[in-house]
């Protein structure tokens, strides 16, 4: 595993959550489902997602493969992460 470390406390951070799933928002909705871990630093609390897998586990444009993931990811709140698609949130704050 790589070294990752928090820049306000500089110690490294620490495995909180192993195989979260990551579910990954477009405008039109969920995109794609993910695994990652979700890391937390020792001192200060502050978390990250990182460690994700090579590739999703499932996409939208696989509907039956993708819907059953999406219900499989949900299961759990405790083990989900929602991410929103970044282009979304820079299109919103651009001029």
């Known amino acids: 595993m790589k070294t990752i470390l928090c820049a306000a406390?500089?110690?490294q951070l620490v495995p909180s959550?192993?195989?979260?799933f990551?579910?990954?928002h477009?405008?039109?909705g969920p995109s794609a489902v993910w695994k990652a871990d979700e890391l937390k630093c020792p001192k200060c609390a502050a978390r990250i997602?990182?460690?994700f897998s090579n590739k999703p586990l499932a996409?939208?444009?696989?509907?039956?493969?993708?819907?059953?993931m999406l219900k499989l990811a949900?299961?759990?709140p405790h083990k989900l992460v929602e991410c929103y698609d970044f282009e979304k949130s820079a299109s919103?704050?651009?001029g």
């Open 9 to 11: 406390c500089e110690v």
């Open 17 to 20: 959550r192993n195989g979260v």
């Open 22 to 24: 990551v579910i990954q």
């Open 26 to 28: 477009a405008e039109f």
């Open 49 to 51: 997602v990182a460690n």
């Open 59 to 68: 996409e939208y444009w696989q509907n039956k493969q993708f819907q059953a």
């Open 74 to 76: 949900k299961r759990d």
């Open 92 to 94: 919103a704050h651009a």
